[in-house]
């Protein structure tokens, strides 16, 4: 794999200030000295740059972003000097002190007089790197175009600037053109300083309402589409069906294939070469579309750091023919942490399967420290076994969601135990393993890590159930529940008879949609992270067959759920370095890392041996986290088996706006289906599939819903990788030397070349 390409990219920061040098550089004509109308005289510094003003101004829509290319923020001190900033802007403490240092050490070469008529004017301009505009005001949100050396300012505060202090103009800028061409020239002066959008320069951009209404919230579009972007963590990948951690301070992430392969991704962005478990020879998958079985569980035990023990939930098929689910115990290799000792495992329990679809898969670990699995209501259509079916059936284990107790054995010879408030255990007719019940197929599920700072809603176990025909539901499972299925899907009854039982008693969904809106839900989670402070509480699914991202919020008065769209990809909000503006369509698994950061996973291809699923990573482009709030010391690891480092497919949003205009121009995401059409394996279809213990394995999809799906997601051709152009940029020098830093590296992606898929509709029948 080829190395990726990066370009260092200088701190656009004024850095620590030292007194402008009082030798003059003879490269322009130019007077020692000038004096201004107000009789203030100053020492002119000189220092060579070149004519960044002169320079085409980017073609990017102004919006919030700071000179590091990063969203603004709120900082987490009171600022001192720039202190109309301190609530959101760009600037924390030790940058405000910066500024503050620079504007006495100008103030050094100005007399009473001038710092009365001049300050307040110095001081604006010095604190325009505060403001969460001030990429737009230096010409910054596009790093392919020169800095600014000043801010863009509106004329007529220009024009008074340079009536009164345009002597200030060389403490300000080193750059030689603007001492030499525009101290004695005001319309000059403030032409160079002219924004294309004068609402955006200063201080208009302070007084325009629609900018500064919702500034630092979460960026809604006309019809309240939440705006958020992405960025490509992984690429190449066989149906990705999850992503976990192992909660051991290493902030290594665990990606699973639907064939039984694990790959461990190291914090750098790098992949292990030798994947951490591979058991595809073991597991049940094929290479038919939307084939449901597979590898489709994971999760690591809380003490995993300590007695490296993890566990797995795939389909099998025995020595008997006989489909089944496992749930089976692991252990790390005692000689290498990235390796897994597939001789350790150790049975926990099989189930039967009576049909190819509805396997579940979920597994996780409550905060209470058991372990929760989540199983499929054994497929078909309808949940047509026995009386009532499996899920309200709590004599058997499908169509539930069970709990265990992974560190004891059970009297009865079982390899765990039955926690003692399991709230069937003294039912005889059902089995104690039961939690909650009802439930038709839940695909991914997730524990709530609760409000960073009140801990509120911490342990909530959320889960996206899909539905048969009608309704995908989001629900929070609760002990003892019945999520309702088959007497009901959604809100609706579906079993006339069951539903109108009085004694059903079924819990409500939170939130349940409809086919308007999808046919496959995919359970997110909640975010907790650090780095976007906006999406904390927010519940963040998806739709697997159309690719609709949504977001639920909870309303603290009346405990009801909001539903919102999410949509990614807008080239005004998401024009920063890094950040690409599309996906794969179809959304297999969400999934967070150690730090509580929200990732998902999708495929254009619905197929356990395709390689075309990609790992996205959630940003909010209109706030970020104070610099330094949300680092972290990875507990470093090592590796014996080679690094492969991450190449990246996608093209990013500066990329797509920086291409040649015969070059068709990006979409911009208007709607919630944002993603590029392309197709993943786990969630595909729900569909009726005869009972079948024949020596032939029994097919997920019938013909015609197989065909259907390829007709959607035709697979691509292998993408071809495209060096992109190396642009340099020129950035201005500070009056003042400054330091420089490396800290803005910026990652330049290797281009592919888009594939196309034919526009042709399908629907999955009777969900996954």
């Known amino acids: 794999m080829d190395q990726p390409y990066y370009e260092v990219v200088q701190d656009f920061y004024t850095s620590d200030l030292k007194k402008p040098a009082r030798k003059e550089v003879n490269v322009w004509p130019c007077t020692g000295r000038s004096s201004s109308s107000s009789g203030v005289s100053f020492s002119c510094p000189r220092v060579f740059l070149c004519f960044s003003l002169l320079c085409l101004m980017g073609s990017l829509l102004g919006h919030p972003q700071c000179l590091d290319y990063g969203p603004p923020f709120q900082p987490p001190f009171h600022l001192e000097f720039c202190s109309a900033y301190e609530n959101f802007g760009c600037c924390d403490q030790e940058r405000d002190n910066s500024i503050a240092a620079k504007y006495w050490d100008i103030m050094d070469y100005i007399d009473p007089r001038g710092r009365k008529l001049c300050g307040t004017y110095i001081k604006d301009i010095l604190c325009q790197e505060c403001s969460p505009y001030a990429a737009h005001l230096y010409d ?153 079985r597979g590898f489709l569980g994971m999760a690591f035990h809380p003490r995993y750091k300590y007695n490296g023990k993890f566990y797995i939930y795939y389909s099998y098929m025995d020595k008997n023919r006989v489909e089944k689910i496992r749930i089976s115990e692991l252990k790390v290799l005692a000689s290498d942490v990235n390796k897994a000792d597939p001789l350790s495992e150790r049975n926990l329990l099989e189930l039967e399967e009576p049909a190819a679809n509805h396997n579940g898969g979920q597994l996780l670990f409550g905060v209470d420290g058991y372990m929760y699995l989540f199983t499929g209501d054994g497929g078909k259509a309808g949940d047509p076994f026995g009386k009532f079916g499996n899920a309200q059936n709590k004599s058997t284990l499908l169509g539930k969601v069970l709990r265990i107790d992974v560190d004891g054995k059970s009297p009865d010879g079982k390899p765990y135990r039955i926690p003692p408030d399991n709230p069937f255990v003294s039912d005889p007719k059902a089995r104690p393993e039961v939690y909650a019940y009802g439930v038709r197929n839940m695909w991914r599920c997730a524990v709530d890590r609760g409000d960073p700072v009140t801990k509120k809603g911490r342990g909530r176990i959320f889960c996206g ?304």
Request: one cysteine or more; glycine letters at 6%.
């Open 140 to 292: 910054a949100e596009n790093p392919w175009t020169p800095l600014r050396n000043l801010p863009g300012l509106c004329f007529d505060y220009c024009s008074e600037f340079h009536f009164n202090c345009r002597s200030a103009i060389s403490l300000l800028t080193s750059d030689k053109h603007i001492q030499e061409c525009c101290e004695t020239n005001k319309t000059r002066f403030c032409n160079l300083l002219h924004l294309h959008d004068e609402d955006y320069c200063f201080p208009n951009v302070l007084k325009n309402t629609a900018l500064n209404r919702n500034l630092g919230s979460v960026v809604e579009d006309r019809k309240g589409c939440l705006q958020l972007c992405l960025t490509e963590v992984a690429n190449g990948l066989r149906n990705p069906v999850l992503m976990v951690h192992a909660n051991d301070h290493t902030h290594r992430m665990f990606v699973a294939e639907q064939l039984g392969v694990i790959w461990v991704y190291l914090p750098d962005g790098s992949r292990l070469e030798e994947p951490f478990l591979d058991i595809k020879s073991i597991v049940l998958a094929t290479p038919w579309v939307g084939d449901e």
């Open 465 to 768: 159930d899909v539905g048969q025909n009608r309704f995908e539901e989001i629900d929070i499972i609760v002990k003892g529940g019945n999520y309702g299925w088959r007497a009901k899907e959604g809100f609706e009854c579906y079993d006339t008879k069951l539903c109108h039982n009085s004694s059903l008693d079924d819990i409500l969904p939170i939130f349940a949609y409809g086919r308007n809106v999808g046919k496959s839900v995919t359970g997110g989670y909640v975010y907790r992270g650090c780095e976007s402070p906006n999406l904390n509480g927010l519940y963040i699914f998806g739709d697997f067959m159309n690719g609709r991202l949504m977001a639920l919020q909870e309303e603290e008065k009346t405990s009801r759920w909001r539903k919102q769209d999410i949509c990614i990809g807008s080239t005004k909000a998401c024009a920063f370095p890094g950040i690409i503006s599309s996906y794969s369509k179809f959304i297999i698994s969400f999934a967070e890392d150690e730090a509580g950061e929200l990732y998902f996973m999708s495929t254009s291809y619905p197929s356990a041996y395709a390689p075309h699923g990609s790992l996205y990573k959630f940003i909010d482009p209109a706030r970020r986290a104070p610099p330094g709030k949300c680092k972290y010391k990875p507990v470093p690891v090592k590796t014996k088996s080679k690094r492969i480092p991450f190449v990246p497919r996608a093209k990013t949003v500066l990329e797509l706006l920086n291409e040649p205009s015969t070059t068709q121009p990006p979409l911009k995401s208007s709607t919630p289906t944002g993603a590029i059409p392309t197709v993943s394996a786990k969630k595909a279809i729900k569909t009726p599939s005869a009972k079948t213990k024949a020596s032939t394995v029994k097919p997920a999809l019938s013909g015609k819903k197989r065909q259907k799906i390829k007709a959607e997601a035709k697979q691509h051709k292998p993408k071809q990788k495209v060096k992109a152009a190396h642009v340099s940029r020129t950035t201005p020098a500070s009056p003042l030397p400054k330091k420089k830093s490396s800290h803005l590296t910026r990652n330049k992606n290797l281009l592919p070349k888009k594939a196309t898929l034919p526009k042709k509709k399908w629907r999955r029948g009777g969900g996954r």
